[in-house]
T-cell receptor, first 119, second 113 residues
Framework: AQTVTQSQPEMSVQEAETVTLSCTYD???????LFWYKQPPSRQMILVIR??????QNATENRFSVNFQKAAKSFSLKISDSQLGDTAMYFCAFMNPNAGGTSYGKLTFGQGTILTVHP | DADVTQTPRNRITKTGKRIMLECSQT?????MYWYRQDPGLGLQLIYYSFDVKDINKGEISDGYSVSRQAQAKFSLSLESAIPNQTALYFC????????????FGPGTRLLVL
């Protein structure tokens, strides 16, 4: 079974600075997807960034980028030029695209990291 | 307008009552999912549906049932609510061409007394 671990329950950063959120996972699969989701106080789950395991290049979406280390099973999120609107709970998630039955489409989530951006 | 909507946004009910949570989407996606979120546990998959005639149990389906009334609508029912079903419930959708990327609704907060 896959597991996802986020070891930082809370993080804080000053506006305009850079912060990195950590995520590690455990799987025996070679092909999989990794995601970072953002959940602001509005409760909406918003997809931030997506990484395919077979791609060595790290994904980037504007101010958000990842450091994907497949051998180490590490998937960290870097937020550059932090903004007040980045304040949210951030979830790392894993998906095995080949899983069937009750595990199909199953996103395995970490426990989440609460990020607070201070003015 | 939101692509994935859920009603109600908040609901308080009593033990033993039947309750339905509704999800609608305008993304044109064929795949829909129901998850629940408990504090400290992330999200867990309850049911998923590939299309109107294809519905499947997820990892925590006991105590829940679903109905896919149309491609755009997927409802979750609690036949006899119990307090440990108090949670945040999310609907999500994905497209068959990119099934690994799911888009979530705003969530329904349910409190069972």
């Amino acid at each position: 079974a896959q597991t996802v671990t986020q070891s930082q329950p809370e993080m804080s950063v000053q506006e305009a600075e850079t912060v990195t959120l950590s995520c590690t996972y455990d799987t025996s699969e070679s092909n999989y997807y990794l995601f970072w989701y953002k959940q602001p106080p509005s409760r909406q789950m918003i997809l931030v960034i997506r990484q395919e395991a077979y791609k060595q290049q790290n994904a980037t979406e504007n101010r958000f980028s990842v450091n994907f280390q497949k051998a180490a099973k590490s998937f960290s999120l870097k937020i550059s030029d932090s903004q007040l609107g980045d304040t949210a709970m951030y979830f790392c998630a894993f998906m095995n695209p080949n899983a069937g039955g009750t595990s199909y489409g199953k996103l395995t989530f970490g426990q989440g990291t609460i990020l607070t951006v201070h003015p | 307008d939101a692509d994935v909507t859920q009603t109600p946004r908040n609901r308080i009910t009593k033990t033993g009552k039947r309750i339905m949570l509704e999800c609608s989407q305008t993304k044109g996606h064929d795949r829909m999912y129901w998850y629940r979120q408990d504090p400290g546990l992330g999200l867990q998959l309850i049911y998923y549906s590939f299309d109107v005639k294809d519905i499947n149990k997820g990892e925590i389906s006991d105590g829940y049932s679903v109905s896919r009334q149309a491609q755009a609508k997927f409802s979750l029912s609690l036949e006899s609510a119990i307090p440990n079903q108090t949670a945040l419930y999310f609907c999500a959708t994905s497209d068959r061409l990119r099934p690994e990327t799911q888009y979530f609704g705003p969530g329904t907060r349910l409190l069972v007394l």
